[in-house]
């Protein structure tokens, strides 16, 4: 079975501090994808990163970037010199051939103040 | 090029009506999907289709009825709506293969009361 842990529930920051998101998965798969969606106050889910599993290498994308490592099962976001537009709630996934379908983290709401 | 259009956006019930959500793609994807999204939440998988005619339960499938007659429309039916699928829901669809790159609807805010 597929299972991702997003163990942060909510999280404050003032606005220019650097925030990490932490992503936990579980699955026996050795092929998989992984996903971090943004779910700005609108509702809409936008994505913003997909990683295969054979693809550790960080990468970074202006002001976010992701951290995956396979042996601690972990796909961790961090969100340099925050802003209030980044104020959201993150989730976290994961897509599995054997599932056919993306299991989604409880996600970690971000609010970030000035 | 639309994407994923679901109607309506917002909707009330009252408890034992019944009403159906659209969605529609126009990307000539196989794979569709029904999440339902509750309050403070991740988005819980209720139907899922690979293709036309062929459909499936996910995790939480109960209370709801879904049809995959055209590749474009995935329709999710409710029958008897009841508070606890009080919920904002959303469609999804994807190509085959193992990309999984998912496109989202904008999502139905649906109260019943």
């Known amino acids: 079975a597929q299972k991702v842990t997003q163990a942060q529930t909510e999280i404050s920051v003032v606005e220019k501090e650097d925030v990490t998101l932490d992503c936990v998965y579980e699955?026996?798969?050795?092929?998989?994808?992984l996903f971090w969606y943004k779910q700005p106050p609108s509702g809409e889910l936008v994505f913003l990163i997909r990683?295969?599993?054979?693809?550790?290498q960080n990468e970074i994308s202006g002001r976010y970037s992701w951290n995956f490592q396979k042996s601690t099962s972990s796909f961790n976001f961090t969100i340099t010199a925050s802003q209030v537009v980044d104020s959201a709630v993150y989730f976290c996934?994961?897509?599995?051939?054997?599932?056919?379908?993306?299991?989604f983290g409880t996600g970690t709401r971000l609010q970030v103040t000035l | 090029n639309a994407g994923v259009t679901q109607t309506p956006k917002f909707r009330i019930l009252k408890i034992g009506q019944s009403m159906t959500l659209q969605c529609a793609q126009d990307?000539?994807?196989?794979?569709m999907y029904w999440y339902r999204q509750d309050p403070g939440m991740g988005l819980k998988l209720i139907y899922y289709?690979?293709?036309?005619?062929?459909?499936d339960k996910g995790e939480v499938p109960n209370g709801y009825n879904v049809s995959r007659s055209t590749t474009e429309d995935f329709p999710l039916r409710l029958e008897l709506a009841a508070p606890s699928q009080t919920s904002v829901y959303f469609c999804?669809?994807?190509?085959?293969?193992?990309?999984?790159?998912?496109?989202f609807g904008s999502g139905t805010r649906l109260t019943v009361v």
């Open positions: 999804a669809s994807r190509l085959e293969g193992f990309s999984g790159g998912y496109t």
């Open positions: 699955t026996r798969d050795t092929t998989y994808y």
């Open positions: 990683r295969n599993s054979f693809d550790e």
């Open positions: 996934a994961l897509f599995t051939g054997t599932a056919s379908k993306l299991t």
């Open positions: 990307m000539n994807h196989n794979y």
């Open positions: 289709s690979v293709g036309a005619g062929i459909t």
